[in-house]
């Protein structure tokens, strides 16, 4: 495959997304950060070229019937690359956790932690060993079979079925019911039973309301619908189902996440009475170590649960060691504070992605090229060094470590450094300088290295005053116990803290009624959509307008196409073999399915007919691949339009497609795309917004771009609060709430709150020393100016 003497991979002619043919020579057995603004086109270089092919050449190499996929899914645009190692991929994204994925599961925590109780707990006199699967609520050896191992139970009462008595069935009084047709049938099926449908709920005998609600029986009987003039409907065999049955069935078993959510509604949760939460057999429970349940061991911070790993038999001492092991690289890259029983969809993304990264660190490969997206996302500066340690560590057990990464601590932490730019999309897609960090400085037009080498950053800005101040607490809420904290109005707080100090819970506790403003706009990181259907053009509104502008062309007119016509979401003007999508899913077997260009329209989602229709020379396929950049010169004369983009250009979102899928965006993008939507409403009265990590996956450029928005909000009178830890970021704020000393049970706690210059001199805070020399190099970099902050009162 490659020569084992050339020491480089090297990649010729790639021109995936923006890139522009490029070629770059990466070493390899290096720690190589791949950098450069949002949209430069690193990722497309790194995961979309590099790792896309490692991948499509190790489907070839499993099976035949698997090429025919990679057929399907499509190689990367790239001439050839050359010595290229077996890859692992660790992105950000999120795969759907269920609610039996853990960090126990993730980490293989749990497998060792149920082998120590199999092998070297201490049973009961008499009892038998258990296998490992009978400490597993995963297994029905172990599940408890009340609640199946889920450690709640679900029950619904009428009171929450049937939410208004005055109302008859007809009139919808069991509101847990689906709606349209299924609900209609349910309601035919009671009349043709012969109960009475018209009159108010509370007035049905009792016997009647239970048996509607909660019978198991499914009686079947024959319909006789209700004529309607429009269409005949013939009688048909109905069956029966309880509210209670449909909202258990469905909350149970649907496949869409909206429904199980609807159904929620109807339920409420408590931890099931048989096992205490734990979702164990009673069997399992009965065997400790250490004097422990598995499940308080599971529940136990990592920290302190390898403090009770001790072995005394030779069994328990191979396992325990193990065990700690395991823990050691968790611990390391500031996860300390999990515990084995903490459910994965709680941890934000880059909580996941280092899990998944401490687990490499013991997988033993050696050889391969890990790819990583962004590991310090979500890292306070102190947590940092540790990641680059564990890098290193990775690159000395015989592997390459390609990183993604905008920190400039990690940057100046690699061998060797790949800046694709020198601006976004279109602007972008060249590789500026591939060798070691320190020439970098000699790149005139890289962005990273004016951040790199001129350490100085904007200068400190006044603080402002306050105009009053909301009070939130005492809020006790996972690590918080009774934290009253006070936030500046009209000001620029940042809340800051160790990863896992309760910063998002703290903010998490600020509710419309509490903040006493006008509105308040939480904006978080959550995918705006799940499949590519929900793209940025439908999400912000604006496509809703170009469609109209579409519509009012003459030949669309001509041809009698109305708005619907220009919708990739609905039967008309769509590709059908696609239905709209632009995409066909693809299903690997044993490995994720993915997605490949619709084989019909090549991802256009419309039928040939709707892209005849032109508007000023492009059809509406064409306009969803303008960039935001481009789109905005070409319907700058269409108000509604423009102020959209406007609003997109303003957080530095000009490099995205507006067809591009939500299932490609990052979770900062999604979240400054949340934020451009809230920015283009116009803002009546005050208004309270709420960011959680703003600059995460942030160029330093873009969070320049980033920050004059969100202070211009404050200079507008509205009050503005970020989780951050880019200390940047949080020199130039009015206030800072630092959280802390350290996470899970060692933090939950305000540790300092002041001004930034104030706080940067607090004792024992862990976010002070790298505070303090941002705030340092923000005061020498005032020009004029008194360099005192004013307080805010």
């Not at 591939?434 to 950053?457: K, N, Y």
């Not at 006008?518 to 053009?537: H, Y």
Request: with cysteine; hydrophobic share 40%; charged share 20%.
């Amino acid at each position: 495959m490659h020569s084992p003497h050339d020491p480089y991979v090297r990649v010729r002619g790639a021109r995936e997304h923006n890139l522009q043919g490029v070629d770059v020579d990466v070493p390899r057995d290096a720690l190589v950060v791949f950098t450069g603004v949002s949209g430069s086109g690193k990722s497309s270089l790194a995961f979309g070229t590099i790792y896309a092919e490692a991948q499509r050449r190790y489907f070839e190499s499993v099976a035949p019937y698997a090429r025919r996929l990679i057929h399907q899914v499509g190689a990367p645009k790239v001439g050839e690359i050359s010595g290229l190692p077996p890859a692992v991929s660790l992105e950000q994204r999120r795969a759907a956790p269920t609610s039996r994925s853990s960090v126990g599961t993730v980490t293989n925590l749990s497998n060792s932690l149920r082998m120590l109780f199999s092998r070297a707990g201490d049973y009961r006199p008499g009892a038998e060993r258990l296998d490992s699967d009978a400490f597993s609520p995963n297994t029905a050896a172990g599940a408890c079979p009340q609640c199946h191992g889920l450690g709640q139970v679900h029950r619904t009462e009428e009171a929450l079925l049937v939410p208004d008595p005055s109302l008859s069935i007809r009139a919808g009084a069991i509101a847990a019911w689906p709606g349209a047709w299924q609900g209609k049938n349910l309601r035919d099926i009671l009349d043709a039973l012969g109960y009475d449908v018209d009159r108010p709920w509370r007035e049905l005998p009792a016997g009647q309301r239970e048996w509607i609600l909660f019978t198991d029986e499914q009686p079947v009987v024959t319909v006789h619908p209700v004529r309607d003039a429009e269409r005949i409907q013939r009688p048909y065999q109905g069956t029966y189902m309880s509210a209670q049955r449909y909202v258990m069935k469905t909350f149970a078993d649907s496949k869409s996440a909206a429904l199980r959510a609807r159904a929620e509604r109807f339920l409420t949760a408590a931890p099931c009475p048989a096992c205490g939460g734990s979702r164990l057999r009673p069997e399992a429970l009965a065997v400790t170590f250490a004097g422990r349940t598995i499940a308080e061991l599971a529940a136990l911070p990592l920290t302190e649960l390898a403090g009770h790993l001790r072995g005394t038999s030779e069994a328990a001492r191979v396992l325990t060691e193990d065990l700690r092991s395991r823990i050691v690289p968790v611990v390391e890259l500031g996860l300390g504070y999990l515990s084995v029983d903490r459910s994965t969809p709680t941890l934000s993304a880059g909580e996941l992605q280092r899990l998944r990264l401490a687990t490499q660190l013991r997988s033993g490969l050696f050889g391969v090229v890990y790819v990583l997206d962004e590991p310090s996302a979500g890292l306070h500066p102190a947590d940092t060094e540790a990641l680059l340690t564990v890098l290193q560590r990775l690159k000395a057990a015989g592997n390459s470590v390609f990183v993604v990464e905008h920190h400039l601590d990690v940057v100046r932490g690699a061998d060797w450094v790949v800046d694709v730019g020198p601006l976004a999309g279109e602007h972008g897609g060249r590789v500026l300088h591939s060798g070691p960090v320190a020439e970098l400085a000699q790149v005139a037009e890289s962005a990273t290295g004016r951040f790199l080498f001129d350490r100085s950053p904007a200068p400190l800005r006044e603080v402002r005053h306050a105009r009053g101040q909301l009070t939130v607490g005492p809020v006790t809420r996972h690590n918080l116990r009774a934290v009253t904290a006070r936030f500046p109005l009209g000001a620029f707080t940042a809340v800051t803290g160790v990863s896992g100090s309760g910063k998002s819970t703290l903010i998490g506790a600020i509710t419309p009624e509490l903040a006493g403003v006008g509105r308040l706009v939480s904006v978080d990181q959550k995918p705006i959509g799940r499949t590519p259907r929900s793209n940025l053009a439908t999400y912000t509104g604006l496509f809703d307008v170009v469609r109209k502008v579409f519509a009012d062309t003459a030949e669309a007119r001509g041809r009698g196409y109305g708005v619907g016509r220009f919708s990739f979401n609905v039967a008309g003007g769509r590709c059908e073999t696609c239905q709209g999508e632009g995409f066909v899913s693809v299903e690997l077997l044993f490995l994720p399915s993915t997605y490949a260009p619709c084989p019909d329209c090549g991802g256009a989602r419309y039928n040939p007919e709707t892209l005849q229709v032109t508007y000023r020379g492009r059809n509406i396929g064409e306009v969803l691949d303008l960039t935001v950049e481009s789109a905005a010169e070409f319907f700058a004369d269409v108000p509604a339009v423009a102020r959209s983009l406007g609003a997109l250009l303003d957080v530095g979102l000009g490099y995205l497609r507006l067809g591009q899928p939500a299932t490609e965006l990052s979770g900062g993008e999604a979240q400054r795309i949340k934020l451009a939507s809230e920015l283009q409403r116009g803002r009546r009265g005050h208004t309270l917004y709420l960011l959680d990590e703003p600059t995460t996956g942030l160029h330093p450029a873009d969070v320049e771009v980033l920050m004059r928005q969100l202070h211009g909000l404050v200079d507008a009178g509205h009050t503005v609060i970020v989780v951050e830890h880019d200390m940047s970021v949080v020199a130039g704020a009015d206030w800072v709430v630092d959280l802390g000393p350290g996470g899970g049970d060692e933090g939950g706690r305000i540790v300092a709150a002041g001004p930034p210059a104030e706080v940067a001199r607090a004792a024992g805070s862990a976010t002070a020393p790298y505070l303090a020399r941002a705030v340092q190099r923000g005061v020498q970099n005032r020009t004029g100016g008194s360099s005192a902050q004013h307080r805010v009162n």
